[in-house]
């Protein structure tokens, strides 16, 4: 299956998102993809990148572009010749098996909800991201679609990232946990107990609360929230991994002594920067769709909008929406 390429989005368009294109497409040979974006924006790159002639890249000129403060109603009924709208609409018909966009996330859902449609049995689709942790990556969902949600949204959100992981993760029986202010059954809102109660009751993994530092801890595979508990921990997961960056930064080059310090720890360095770098791990999947949706950060690099790619690669190969469908289809 091809992936289609919204190479208008983010906040740099065809600048990274075709560098990121050309980087996944010299990594996976399996890879094809069709560009969907302005001609006189995008050949430039096609041709600087070598992917103009490459019997494996198909090129759609398309008329507009949804910019990242567009509203969503706009961009839906009135750009639906816009890069983003083109990509979602090439899964629709079948010829392209996933989208990526960087684009305007609440534009994105709009249009992939209209035009994909949500599964059966799914009320909400769900942003669902990767996190990275101690012992292992662990699934967070939602992200920032649903700012209130009812306890069966969460529900839905948790039979969601449990495909998901089982697929993605190869984990057979992946647990999941929802995201509280503390372990105790009287602790949370009334949506967040009354989910407890279903989950309890579901054939789903449910190993009960997890609070915000188990996030990073790896020890489960799946975490549910609603969107605005989500989104705040992925911003502050960002914001505290450029922290660490910065102030590591600042303290080996304080000194003679710590920039030696520095260059003795390179090592160490490295590897921690490369555990931790959000970049590794961009690329959200809109679950719930009849059709494989991968949002990128807006502000991705080429290798942010490598990985994003590869991420919707690797779901499109596994029938990520097939395999909700069908388990929801048991329920």
Do not use: W
Request: neutral net charge; aromatic residues 4%; hydrophobic residues 40%.
């Amino acid at each position: 299956m091809k992936i289609a390429i919204d190479a208008m989005g983010g906040d740099h368009g065809p600048v990274v998102t075709l560098a990121g294109l050309s980087n996944s497409i010299s990594n996976h040979p399996d890879l094809e993809a069709t560009v969907f974006g302005s001609e006189d924006k995008v050949l430039p790159f096609l041709k600087k990148y070598a992917l103009l002639k490459n019997d494996r890249i198909d090129f759609v000129h398309t008329t507009e572009i949804v910019k990242m403060d567009d509203k969503p109603a706009v961009a839906l009924r009135s750009k639906k010749d816009s890069s983003m709208r083109r990509a979602i609409d090439a899964v629709k018909n079948g010829s392209c098996g996933a989208c990526v966009s960087a684009g305007n996330t609440g534009a994105l859902m709009g249009i992939a909800r209209f035009v994909l449609k949500t599964m059966s049995g799914i009320s909400r689709p769900a942003i669902c991201g990767t996190m990275p942790g101690i012992k292992k990556s662990t699934k967070l969902l939602d992200l920032g679609a649903n700012v209130d949600c009812s306890s069966e949204d969460l529900l839905g959100f948790a039979i969601m990232g449990s495909v998901l992981a089982r697929y993605t993760l190869e984990i057979d029986n992946p647990t999941v946990a929802l995201l509280n202010i503390g372990m105790e059954e009287i602790k949370g809102n009334e949506q967040i107990r009354r989910a407890s109660e279903i989950l309890e009751e579901s054939h789903i993994n449910y190993i009960g609360y997890v609070e915000g530092d188990d996030i990073f801890k790896g020890t489960v595979d799946v975490i549910v929230c609603d969107g605005f508990i989500g989104n705040i921990a992925l911003k502050s997961s960002e914001g505290v991994a450029n922290m660490l960056s910065s102030i590591a930064r600042e303290e080996y080059h304080k000194n003679l002594i710590t920039k030696m310090s520095g260059f003795l720890s390179l090592p160490v360095l490295n590897n921690l920067k490369k555990r931790l770098d959000p970049r590794r791990h961009n690329g959200a999947s809109l679950l719930g769709l009849k059709g494989t949706v991968v949002k990128s950060h807006g502000s991705a690099d080429e290798l942010s909008f490598a990985n994003a790619i590869e991420v919707a690669h690797y779901e499109s190969t596994r029938e990520i929406p097939n395999q909700i469908g069908n388990l929801m289809g048991k329920l």
